[in-house]
């Protein structure tokens, strides 16, 4: 099991920018898939943003492409979402999970994840 704490969410305006980091309780390395999540009122969950911890290959969702960076410091076990020209759609609840790399050769939205969901970071963006 690799349990995720998230952290770094805050209140900013329109165009702003924000880090939002992951804890894990095991090291990110090796053969896990490590990925973004986010959801607001009257939506489902959604995947944003994946990474691959083996060669650090990414996906994003078409939304966030060219504004948001996932990337990992596997040495400190931490995981990170660089989000820029933030947006008002960009408000919601974001969790990071962890999982076996064959999901990140998968379809977003899809594949396993170890463990449950964390208590997640809100990010709110206004125009």
């Known amino acids: 099991q690799v349990g995720t704490v998230e952290s770094g969410g805050d209140s900013v305006q329109a165009g702003g920018s924000l880090k939002l980091s992951c804890t894990t309780s095991?090291?990110?390395?090796?053969?896990?898939?490590m990925a973004w999540f986010r959801q607001s009122p009257g939506h489902e969950r959604e995947e944003v943003a994946r990474i691959l911890a083996t060669d650090g290959t990414t996906s994003y969702v078409d939304s966030v492409k060219g504004r948001f960076t996932i990337f990992q410091d596997t040495a400190k076990k931490i995981l990170y979402l660089q989000m820029d020209s933030l947006k008002s759609e960009d408000t919601a609840m974001y969790y990071c999970?962890?999982?076996?790399?064959?999901?990140?050769?998968?379809?977003?939205?899809?594949?396993?994840?170890?463990?449950?969901w964390g208590q997640g970071t809100q990010v709110t963006v206004s125009s």
């Open positions: 999970r962890a999982g076996p790399g064959a999901t990140c050769r998968g379809r977003m939205n899809r594949g396993t994840w170890f463990g449950d």
């Open positions: 095991r090291s990110i390395g090796g053969s896990y898939c």
